[in-house]
């Protein structure tokens, strides 16, 4: 609902809301020069001594006004000529034009009314209110996507503009939504949904009739600061029954020209308050700092347009096709899907195609989406669910866990979980267990037990399909081929090979950047911009199922670097390892967000095994800024496979690299890489201390000694590996 | 003239003013190159001792603007929500405002006076910018105004 709302405001207004920030970010600039360029008035001058001095300038004096940045101005008479300018309150002496500006005039226009009068004002006020609805349902999703109000600048998975988007949105949205909001106030008073009567004094009863008395002998004048000063009108020359009006902070009244003396007076209402802060809110004058600030996020506006438009753009190409989807209250087969990358939803659309093919109504639906009361025809439900991490829910799978343990009542159709995952992860399809745990727990009934498919395999998901068809009744033949991005020819540069002497032949291969397609220069993505830690999916010949290696380089660096080690039988890697200058594989890249070393100050602790090396080497060859970086370099024999030796070795000369640690385990004095984290227990301590970030990567065992090492070291200071992974200081990339 | 007397006449000009005894007017206000946003007017009807008998025309909608029209605004009172039929359009920098009006007989030459008050956005209101005595002889004679108004006249 909350990203139907999102997309659809934001994709019909997107061009007006583009202009209207602009223009208010560009109107956000004036009340600040304005404030800068004001001589604040000395707290004791009184309106009595300002407007004696002014007249004395010009006798023919009208009205002096008091913006709310400080700025006085005086408008007047010579004769039959009006003349007006900007006073110093010190002197008294003119210091500028008072007329409008009009650039600023131009822009307040645009801005309001598109130069379209009213209707342009309706235009307006319909973006506020789109404004509105994107920043309310915008602040649900990136709660959502974070895990929750409280996780508000918690660490985020996605990339792209995806990213970017959520990113500047979870800075800019209290702004965007402070300045929709007043926006709309402001529509609703000048179309009188909300009418202020606002009385000003009554007219005064009785005048004295004299005039001629001094504007400094005026009592009524001198009681009143110029500090709260809004504005003293004059009465009508040679008119002895009219009065001075003055209006202040505090409200409006009369004073006798003859006496000095206050004839009425009425406060300003609440209602005329509650409107002047709103006004005050919305276009910082008399706020100048809080109005730049809304400037600055509004600018935000442009680039969430785009990026919002991008995003919509490249789900919808990666979405499989889903139609025709049978509306979810008819549908008799609910099939709910907990996806990160986007793989998942392919398997769900293969099954979905399936089981309409034999005859059944199917409504997919993310799990995030899950509302069981809207199922009124269901007969059952399937969910298909990846992990995320260490059992996680997945993206499209948030809050589903919570949901249902709440649920009233469960529905009466039974369920079935298929689990997605790697095997080689210790918390293999981890979150698809907690599913079908918590279903059991609420006496959900099981139409089948849990099963799982290990990495995208075709032949374990045909396998559970037929299963699945025997329990319904029906045949179902589910042949699924994961759909892949497209892949580029990459071109290998130079190869380096170690570690034969000790039978783990590894290879650092470089290849070249391929060219990009005006597509990929515009959306991103291909091989437009990557960092270490990021993946590359190399397609072997002969098969369909991708290998993924994590990069040693960035885009900046250009060029694309992996470490390969060749495996006994592997396809991939053998393939990699007989490579050649010139030759050329299959490959895509994969963005991986959650290991990137992110731009910071704080300290890194690179932990790495073998050719896990690689992205960590990568971390410390993009590190320009020089942050403290200290390695962990585990490995066999320093004369054997010492991947990166000499480059690293030019990384701690010119300070990329601040420590280096390494642990041969067939040295002389064996030594693996989580003895040598003990070994410095102190100096991770304080780096931690520091809020450094902890990266890991290579095999799982070495990664388990790591954490095991970690976590003793840590006990002393009250930390645990647990809290650190928490706050996204420490991160796994284990294969 | 006395107070009742003038009382007395107003209700009868007001009560006569049919196709007899009145006579439309056009009242004209040129505006000077201000330099500002579209003005907001009042143009209105004082009687000889200065107070407000009635509108005849307010150019410019949004009432929440309409208290910058100050002695119009203070002198009119309630009378302000009785003004549907004779406003109209905001009137810009160096622009006419052209109106015509039914204006009894009776009031010519009686002591009664025009007047247009006027304002704009971040600009100084302007009470009374034009004030004309509402007389025979002054009809289709062009006056100066003030602040916003360049020439006022009244006439057939």
């Given at each position: 609902?909350?990203?139907?709302?999102?997309?659809?405001?934001?994709?019909?207004?997107?061009?007006?809301?583009?202009?209207?920030?602009?223009?208010?970010?560009?109107?956000?600039?004036?009340?600040?020069?304005?404030?800068?360029?004001?001589?604040?008035?000395?707290?004791?001058?009184?309106?009595?001594?300002?407007?004696?001095?002014?007249?004395?300038?010009?006798?023919?004096?009208?009205?002096?006004?008091?913006?709310?940045?400080?700025?006085?101005?005086?408008?007047?008479?010579?004769?039959?000529?009006?003349?007006?300018?900007?006073?110093?309150?010190?002197?008294?002496?003119?210091?500028?034009?008072?007329?409008?500006?009009l650039?600023?005039r131009?822009?307040?226009?645009?801005?309001?009314?598109?130069?379209?009068?009213?209707?342009?004002?309706?235009?307006?006020?319909?973006?506020?209110?789109?404004?509105?609805?994107?920043?309310?349902?915008?602040?649900?999703?990136?709660?959502?996507?974070?895990?929750?109000?409280?996780?508000?600048?918690g660490?985020?998975?996605?990339?792209?503009?995806?990213?970017?988007?959520?990113?500047?949105?979870?800075?800019?949205?209290?702004?965007?939504?402070?300045?929709?909001?007043?926006?709309?106030?402001?529509?609703?008073?000048?179309?009188?949904?909300?009418?202020?009567?606002?009385?000003?004094?009554?007219?005064?009863?009785?005048?004295?009739?004299?005039?001629?008395?001094?504007?400094?002998?005026?009592?009524?004048?001198?009681?009143?600061?110029?500090?709260?000063?809004?504005?003293?009108?004059?009465?009508?020359?040679?008119?002895?029954?009219?009065?001075?009006?003055?209006?202040?902070?505090?409200?409006?009244?009369?004073?006798?020209?003859?006496?000095?003396?206050?004839?009425?007076?009425?406060?300003?209402?609440?209602?005329?308050?509650?409107?002047?802060?709103?006004?005050?809110?919305?276009?910082?004058?008399?706020?100048?700092?809080?109005?730049?600030?809304?400037?600055?996020?509004?600018?935000?506006?442009?680039?969430?347009?785009?990026t919002?438009?991008?995003?919509?753009?490249?789900?919808?190409?990666?979405?499989?096709?889903?139609?025709?989807?049978?509306?979810?209250?008819?549908?008799e087969?609910i099939?709910?899907?907990?996806s990160?990358?986007?793989?998942?939803?392919?398997?769900?659309?293969?099954?979905?195609?399936?089981?309409?093919?034999?005859?059944?109504?199917v409504?997919?639906?993310?799990?995030?989406?899950?509302r069981?009361?809207?199922?009124?025809?269901?007969?059952?439900?399937?969910?298909?669910?990846?992990?995320?991490?260490?059992?996680?829910?997945?993206?499209?799978?948030?809050?589903?866990?919570?949901?249902?343990?709440?649920?009233?009542?469960?529905?009466?159709?039974?369920?079935?979980?298929?689990?997605?995952?790697d095997?080689?992860?210790?918390?293999?399809?981890?979150?698809?267990?907690?599913?079908?745990?918590?279903?059991?727990?609420?006496?959900?009934?099981?139409?089948?037990?849990?099963?799982?498919?290990?990495?995208?395999?075709?032949?374990?998901?045909?396998?559970?399909?037929?299963?699945?068809?025997?329990?319904?009744?029906?045949?179902?033949?589910?042949?699924?081929?994961?759909?892949?991005?497209?892949?580029?020819?990459?071109?290998?540069?130079?190869?380096?090979?170690?570690?034969?002497?000790?039978?783990?032949?590894?290879?650092?291969?470089?290849?070249?950047?391929?060219?990009?397609s005006?597509?990929?220069?515009?959306?991103?993505?291909?091989?437009?911009?990557?960092?270490?830690?990021?993946?590359?999916?190399?397609?072997?010949?002969?098969?369909?199922?991708?290998?993924?290696?994590?990069?040693?380089?960035?885009s900046?660096?250009?060029?694309?670097?992996?470490?390969?080690?060749?495996?006994?039988?592997?396809?991939?890697?053998g393939?990699?390892?007989?490579?050649?200058?010139?030759?050329?594989?299959?490959?895509?890249?994969?963005?991986?967000?959650?290991?990137h070393?992110?731009?910071?100050?704080?300290?890194?602790?690179?932990?790495?095994?073998?050719?896990?090396?690689?992205?960590l080497?990568?971390?410390?060859?993009?590190?320009?800024?020089?942050?403290?970086?200290?390695?962990?370099?585990?490995?066999?024999?320093?004369?054997?496979?010492?991947?990166?030796?000499?480059e690293?070795?030019?990384?701690?000369?010119?300070?990329?690299?601040?420590?280096?640690?390494?642990?041969a385990?067939?040295?002389?004095?064996?030594?693996?890489?989580?003895?040598?984290?003990?070994?410095?227990?102190?100096?991770?301590?304080?780096?931690?201390?520091q809020?450094?970030?902890?990266?890991?990567?290579?095999?799982?065992?070495?990664?388990?000694?790591?954490?095991?090492?970690?976590?003793?070291?840590?006990?002393?200071?009250?930390?645990?590996?647990?809290?650190l992974?928490?706050?996204?200081?420490?991160?796994?990339?284990?294969y | 003239?006395?107070?009742?007397?003038?009382?007395?006449?107003?209700?009868?000009?007001?009560?006569?003013?049919?196709?007899?005894?009145?006579?439309?007017?056009?009242?004209?206000?040129?505006?000077?190159?201000?330099?500002?946003?579209?003005?907001?007017?009042?143009?209105?009807?004082?009687?000889?001792?200065?107070?407000?008998?009635?509108?005849?025309?307010?150019?410019?909608?949004?009432?929440?603007?309409?208290?910058?029209?100050?002695?119009?605004?203070?002198?009119?009172?309630?009378?302000?929500?009785?003004?549907?039929?004779?406003?109209?359009?905001?009137?810009?920098?160096?622009?006419?405002?052209?109106?015509?009006?039914?204006?009894?007989?009776?009031?010519?030459?009686?002591g009664?006076a025009?007047?247009?008050?006027a304002?704009?956005e971040?600009?100084?209101?302007?009470?009374?910018?034009?004030?004309?005595?509402?007389?025979?002889?002054g009809a289709?004679?062009?006056?100066?105004?003030?602040?916003?108004?360049?020439?006022?006249?009244?006439?057939?």
């Amino acid at each position: 609902m909350m990203r139907i709302v999102h997309r659809w405001a934001g994709l019909v207004l997107a061009a007006l809301l583009v202009f209207t920030a602009l223009g208010g970010a560009a109107l956000s600039i004036f009340p600040a020069l304005e404030s800068v360029q004001t001589r604040q008035p000395d707290r004791e001058l009184t309106v009595a001594d300002l407007a004696a001095r002014v007249q004395t300038a010009h006798p023919g004096l009208e009205q002096i006004r008091r913006e709310p940045s400080g700025r006085i101005s005086a408008w007047w008479f010579e004769g039959d000529n009006p003349g007006s300018a900007v006073i110093d309150p010190a002197t008294g002496r003119e210091l500028a034009n008072a007329d409008p500006d009009l650039v600023r005039r131009w822009i307040t226009n645009l801005h309001r009314s598109l130069f379209l009068g009213d209707g342009g004002r309706v235009a307006v006020a319909a973006g506020a209110m789109a404004m509105l609805l994107l920043s309310l349902s915008g602040a649900f999703l990136v709660a959502r996507r974070t895990g929750g109000w409280r996780h508000w600048f918690g660490p985020l998975r996605d990339s792209g503009a995806r990213r970017v988007h959520t990113e500047l949105a979870r800075i800019a949205v209290l702004g965007l939504t402070l300045s929709s909001a007043t926006a709309l106030w402001m529509s609703a008073e000048t179309f009188e949904f909300i009418v202020f009567d606002e009385v000003g004094p009554a007219a005064p009863a009785a005048v004295s009739g004299r005039s001629g008395l001094a504007l400094a002998e005026m009592e009524a004048l001198r009681a009143v600061s110029v500090a709260e000063l809004r504005e003293l009108s004059f009465p009508a020359p040679d008119d002895p029954e009219d009065v001075f009006t003055l209006t202040t902070d505090r409200g409006a009244g009369h004073v006798d020209q003859g006496t000095g003396l206050l004839l009425g007076w009425r406060d300003a209402g609440l209602t005329q308050r509650v409107s002047e802060t709103i006004y005050l809110l919305h276009t910082g004058q008399g706020a100048a700092l809080l109005g730049l600030l809304l400037g600055l996020l509004a600018l935000s506006v442009p680039a969430l347009a785009v990026t919002g438009l991008m995003v919509w753009l490249s789900a919808r190409r990666d979405r499989p096709r889903l139609a025709p989807n049978a509306p979810a209250a008819q549908a008799e087969t609910i099939l709910l899907v907990g996806s990160e990358g986007g793989s998942t939803w392919g398997f769900a659309a293969t099954l979905a195609q399936a089981l309409r093919d034999a005859g059944q109504s199917v409504h997919v639906a993310s799990m995030a989406n899950f509302r069981s009361a809207v199922h009124r025809r269901a007969r059952r439900f399937l969910i298909l669910a990846a992990t995320y991490g260490e059992g996680d829910a997945p993206a499209t799978a948030k809050g589903f866990l919570e949901r249902l343990r709440n649920l009233k009542e469960v529905p009466q159709a039974p369920v079935a979980v298929l689990g997605f995952g790697d095997r080689t992860f210790p918390a293999f399809c981890a979150f698809a267990h907690a599913v079908e745990d918590a279903a059991r727990a609420r006496g959900w009934s099981l139409l089948m037990p849990l099963d799982t498919i290990d990495r995208q395999s075709s032949q374990d998901f045909a396998r559970w399909g037929r299963r699945l068809g025997e329990v319904l009744g029906i045949p179902l033949e589910l042949s699924h081929v994961p759909k892949l991005p497209p892949l580029e020819a990459l071109t290998l540069l130079e190869r380096r090979d170690y570690g034969a002497t000790v039978q783990v032949p590894m290879s650092i291969l470089r290849f070249a950047i391929p060219r990009a397609s005006l597509w990929q220069r515009v959306s991103g993505r291909g091989f437009q911009r990557f960092e270490p830690g990021d993946l590359l999916g190399i397609v072997p010949e002969g098969s369909t199922v991708p290998r993924l290696y994590s990069l040693a380089s960035g885009s900046r660096d250009g060029f694309i670097e992996i470490v390969v080690r060749r495996q006994a039988g592997g396809l991939a890697s053998g393939q990699l390892t007989r490579l050649e200058a010139g030759q050329t594989v299959q490959g895509f890249l994969r963005r991986h967000p959650g290991f990137h070393a992110r731009g910071s100050r704080a300290p890194l602790i690179l932990i790495g095994a073998g050719t896990g090396v690689g992205p960590l080497a990568g971390f410390i060859r993009s590190n320009r800024p020089r942050r403290p970086i200290h390695l962990f370099f585990g490995l066999r024999h320093p004369d054997a496979d010492y991947l990166y030796r000499d480059e690293l070795s030019h990384w701690r000369d010119d300070g990329r690299l601040d420590h280096l640690t390494v642990a041969a385990s067939r040295a002389d004095q064996p030594q693996y890489v989580q003895d040598a984290v003990r070994e410095h227990a102190p100096r991770i301590v304080d780096a931690i201390r520091q809020g450094a970030r902890v990266m890991v990567c290579g095999g799982r065992e070495m990664a388990r000694g790591v954490a095991e090492a970690l976590s003793d070291i840590l006990a002393p200071a009250g930390l645990t590996p647990a809290m650190l992974k928490a706050g996204g200081r420490y991160v796994e990339d284990i294969y | 003239m006395n107070k009742l007397a003038s009382c007395l006449l107003l209700s009868s000009a007001i009560a006569l003013s049919g196709p007899v005894a009145a006579r439309p007017v056009m009242l004209t206000a040129t505006l000077k190159n201000y330099g500002g946003d579209g003005a907001y007017l009042a143009l209105y009807l004082t009687d000889a001792n200065g107070d407000y008998v009635r509108t005849l025309w307010v150019a410019g909608k949004k009432s929440k603007y309409h208290k910058h029209l100050t002695d119009w605004y203070r002198a009119a009172g309630s009378d302000r929500t009785r003004i549907d039929g004779i406003t109209g359009a905001s009137v810009g920098a160096g622009r006419n405002l052209e109106v015509t009006v039914d204006l009894a007989d009776a009031l010519f030459d009686a002591g009664y006076a025009l007047n247009l008050d006027a304002a704009a956005e971040d600009m100084p209101e302007s009470p009374r910018d034009v004030s004309v005595p509402l007389t025979t002889s002054g009809a289709g004679k062009t006056v100066a105004g003030r602040r916003y108004v360049a020439s006022f006249r009244y006439g057939p």
